[in-house]
């Protein structure tokens, strides 16, 4: 790990950015961004995001094009030189025949002090009598620390 260790009580600010995405698979094309990965919300690109972590409750302030103000609250914890949240954690079971589990963490790192990353990692796990089956993907999105004024 050659992360600068995120201190328990932080904030910056930073510009979410819209990126496009080609599977060249099957020459599809789709948007993505951080914050509209899990919110539904027409972000405002134009205004920074403001990212707060107090002990474990990490804040998030956006907002929309009708500059509409958003604060979005996760509860997380710190782990070693990152702090991790989860936006989904569903686990479903019926012990010795059918367990799912269906889990989305969010990792924040400080790779110098004028970067943040937040790292995205999706895991989906099955398994039925005696047969599993697991899918796993994740992105990773790094921005630039605006400088305090």
Known sequence: EDYRKLPKNFSASFYDKLDTVYYKANTDYFTRSFVADFTKI??????????????????LKFSDKKKKEYVLQFYGKHQHKKFVFYTNYKTITFPFLFMTKQVTRYSIYLPTEKDILFQNESVSEGMLLLFGASHSSGFKYEFKILKDE
Do not use: C
């Not at 027409?42 to 804040?59: A, C, G, M, N, R």
């Open 42 to 59: 027409s972000i405002d690109y134009t205004i920074p995001i403001q990212v707060q972590i107090k002990q474990d409750l990490l804040f």
